[in-house]
């Protein structure tokens, strides 16, 4: 028990500064480039790099888990061999995709955004090919993740994604600088700045990493090219469906962006809204999945199913609890969270209320997608990847056929079929439908591996955390949002936001304590 807090501690402590630093980074970028042509031009670039450095390189990705699964019950020695090994391979196909991605950046883009004009076009594919470097360094940042977590080093690659963050904070600050020396009070026509930013946070994250493993001796001595290991197969098996079953919800960032195209500012739009939203997200990722994995592949090893079945609907409870009482806050603040945060600078009024919009959509589908993310973890831990990797694929045709027809089914040569259009909007409430249906599927495909989930005592569960949810935001907006004043000192702001959420949280609490929805056992979490 106490191993275990002490790495949810310092996982979540790391997160929590990473956090921070995302927070400045993402309140400069508002500020400097608003919804402007240059930050949607960075969203399509960054489409593709993306992927690999968050999903594939990132905490909790298919690199990550393969890598904490297999490793965690090996010696230093072999370990270290197989991370070698596993790590040149991949980093050498990761290399070909980049310059793939290189030389190919303009028809890239016309296809990740058909609808975008040819000016945005040009300006992201320029930005393509400054982040294409990211590709192959990805791999072995994802490795070391999962290398260092296998050894329960948690706080460096919880707190390492900060740095792409605190470099672009630097790189905004000095043009900042520079544009007042050259008496010009505007940079967001630079349209080179966040790549380059992005392109050495990554190289600087890469080379920490390298210096961690070193350190702990798990990338020392030559490689012994003979031996292929078991575990070194069973890495590869992983990885594959992995990718992309883990990667589905940026999988779905591809099609999201493709139906957002046709829509002005959209794509800054989602990226502030989606902001938002991954920052609980991810404390609560690497708060309590995290630290989970380890545990349930030795449980597995040791052929534990009773205490694993009671670990997982522990987690899926604290997941649950957790990501409503988020949903609820940003239902309820959204103004004020979304006028504090962004609105300054050339971030306009017009631009929040876009902003605001994405959110509360965001905020409805974050408990499932979070969930999701817990159960297809959990699949990979049993080392059973081809359910989620058939919902994945599932999932990206639900979510086309969803985007399409919440934008009013469009059709090239004859208009709209559907007398609607939610617009944006339409297209982040898809995410959210998919992600409950996999939800369900994924919970009763646990049977099939002698994992027993009680489905309907965990619904019922579900429904009275969404009304306690409802009636404390009910509440709570209404006593903050009668009183509010938009005009108001950015102080003010920030103390009526803290107070919202404060009478959110002591109403939303004693609900679920009077409904015995929180009532968790902490027991269940003992080694």
Known sequence: MKSLKNNIVSASFGTLLSKLFGFARQVLIAATFGVGITYDAYNYAYIIPGFLVIIIGGINGPLHNAIVTVLTPLNSIKASQILKKVSFKITFILLIIGLVVYFNAFQLISILGPSLNIETKEIASHQLRILSPCIPLSGFIGLSFGALNSKNKFFISSLSPSIISLVTIIFISLNWLASFQKESSSIENNFELLALATLTGTFIQFTIQIFEIFKIGLFNGKIIWGNFFEEEQRIFRLIIPASIASGLGQINVFIDMFFASGFRGAASGLAYGNFLIQAPLGLLSNALILPLLPRFSKLINNKEIQRLQASLISGIEYCLLATFFFTGIFISFNQQIVEFIF???????????????????????????????????????????????????????????????????????????????????????????????????????????????????????????IISCGISSSISSSLINNSYNSQSYLIFKFLYLILGSTIFLIIYFFLTKLLRVNKINFNLLKS
């Open 343 to 465: 609105q300054r600078g050339i971030f306009s009024t017009e631009a929040a209320s876009t902003v605001r919009k994405i959110l509360i959509a965001y905020s409805v589908g974050m408990p499932f997608y979070l969930l999701r993310d817990f159960l297809i973890r959990t699949y990979y831990c049993i080392e059973r990847a081809k359910l989620p990797f058939n919902l994945s694929i599932l999932g990206i045709f639900l979510n086309i056929l969803f985007d399409w027809i919440l934008i009013g089914a469009p059709i090239k040569s004859s208009g709209n079929l559907l007398p609607y259009n939610f617009g944006i909007v339409g297209i982040v409430i898809s995410t959210g439908l998919v992600n409950v249906i996999i939800c369900v599927i994924l919970s009763n495909g646990l049977k099939d591996n002698n994992i027993q989930i009680p489905n309907i005592f965990l619904l019922k569960k579900v429904i009275f955390i």
